[in-house]
């Protein structure tokens, strides 16, 4: 599984964006964002607008997916008594020690 996000500028002039963000109903909005997540289905991405504290937390949920993968990895290797030190290090250095939320 991956997942993806992409955020882009736009002209209110152009697009009909709502006034408010799609995600959090509260602030105005300042990126056109599609997140999407492949699973192996075509499954069609979410997209919308968004204000820039919600474009943050949708980069930190990619960030905590990311960081999991490379956790998963890592134990799979250990499990095959593979010599994982370097890759701990690497994401360790990449994610610090990340909480689950």
């Not at 056109?32 to 204000?51: L, M, N, T």
Request: overall charge negative; charged content about 30%.
């Amino acid at each position: 599984m991956s997942e993806k996000v992409t955020f882009a500028t736009f002209d209110p002039m152009r697009f009909d964006a709502p006034s408010q963000c799609d995600i959090c109903a509260a602030k105005p909005v300042l990126f056109h964002y599609e997140y999407s997540v492949d699973e192996g289905a075509r499954v069609s991405p979410k997209r919308g607008f968004c204000c820039s504290s919600c474009a943050s937390r949708l980069l930190d949920r990619l960030q905590r997916a990311e960081s999991q993968v490379w956790a998963q990895e890592e134990a799979s290797l250990k499990a095959d008594d593979i010599d994982v030190a370097d890759l701990e290090e690497r994401r360790l250095a990449t994610f610090g020690e990340m909480r689950s939320r």
